[in-house]
């Protein structure tokens, strides 16, 4: 929850009316979409399943996309916003997805890049992401004071994660298997 709400509230000045792109349905994806819908903002969501599409529309995405049956997702996402992009993306593919979100940002925008489900390295398209003038910005967690804050946030909406499997601490390498199946819809928690 911290790196969405640093990515989007800290470091993003997220606002009422301002557009954000979630990819996925992992935890990060998942409080990004939650925090935007608290801060008025609207959501399009990206998954290769319908069925956490339709989850992702019942947590309040305004459009969601099959990235399988639409591989320029980027291109369509500049169709849902009128042609001008979103105002903040939640990039969490790394290279493989990388150049369709900078499709998907607007001229000026917001790119946090928090993960590399695709891989470490690999090529961006800096010409690009030069012509729409957008901030490429990785970030891991936020500070005591930003969790303090998103807590406040949390609690004052009555907010509730999304859990979506918890593990003992001895079921650990379960827990990460669950992770990398890419069947999960949430937070995977351990219990101590």
């Known amino acids: 929850g911290l790196t969405a709400w640093r990515a989007l509230v800290v470091d993003g000045g997220l606002k009422a009316g301002d557009t954000v792109l979630v990819l996925g349905t992992g935890g990060v994806s998942i409080f990004a979409l939650q925090f935007a819908k608290l801060m008025g903002a609207r959501v399009i969501a990206t998954s290769s399943s319908n069925e956490k599409l339709e989850r992702l529309r019942s947590l309040g995405a305004e459009h969601t996309i099959n990235y399988r049956e639409t591989p320029e997702w980027g291109k369509a996402v500049k169709a849902l916003t009128d042609g001008k992009g979103v105002d903040h993306v939640i990039e969490v593919g790394g290279p493989g997805t990388l150049p369709q979100s900078i499709d998907a940002v607007k001229i000026g925008g917001h790119i946090s890049l928090i993960g590399v489900l695709t891989g470490r390295e690999g090529d961006i398209p800096t010409a690009k992401l030069m012509a729409k003038q957008a901030k490429l910005q990785g970030l891991i967690v936020g500070s005591r004071r930003h969790q303090i804050e998103m807590i406040d946030a949390i609690e004052a909406a009555n907010l509730k994660p999304i859990i979506d499997r918890e593990f003992p601490l001895s079921e650990i390498a379960e827990a990460?298997?669950?992770?990398?199946?890419?069947?999960?819809?949430?937070k995977i928690c351990l219990t101590f």
């Open 176 to 186: 990460f298997r669950h992770q990398e199946s890419g069947k999960h819809f949430g």
